[in-house]
């Protein structure tokens, strides 16, 4: 059975740091990209970030560039999130996701399992 569990959400200060982490279990990590996609209030599923099978190669949405990081960890099979410069904008559920399409990292589509996703709220 495929998991994706995220964890790390919760209220943080504009302006603070935030980890999330996502533990998969149930398909061969290192076989598949992964990547982070937020909703925030009212709006679409937004790419923010994601990662090459060998954690090589790494992509942002502009929005997030410079503050956010992702990285991976192929031993214990979890994918991190480290968001810093957090700011009002960031506010939404946060979901994992892994795919072995080998598409367009930024799409959606790209990926086959979804995690639940966790609350990240940014106040002033």
């Known amino acids: 059975q495929v998991q994706l569990v995220e964890s790390g959400g919760g209220v943080v200060q504009a302006g603070g740091p935030l980890r999330l982490s996502c533990a998969v279990s149930g398909f061969t990590f290192n076989s598949y990209t992964m990547g982070w996609f937020r909703r925030a209030p009212g709006k679409g599923r937004e790419f923010v970030a994601a990662?090459?099978?060998?954690?090589?190669?790494?992509y942002y949405a502009d929005s997030v560039k410079g503050r956010f990081t992702i990285s991976r960890d192929n031993a214990k099979n979890t994918v991190l999130l480290q968001m810093n410069s957090l700011k009002p904008e960031d506010t939404a559920v946060y979901y994992c996701?892994?795919?072995?399409?080998?598409?367009?990292?930024?799409?959606?589509?790209?990926?086959?399992?979804w995690g639940q996703g966790t609350q990240v709220t940014v106040s002033l």
């Open positions: 996701a892994g795919g072995q399409r080998g598409g367009l990292m930024f799409r959606a589509d790209t990926y086959d399992y």
């Open positions: 990662i090459s099978r060998s954690g090589s190669n790494r």
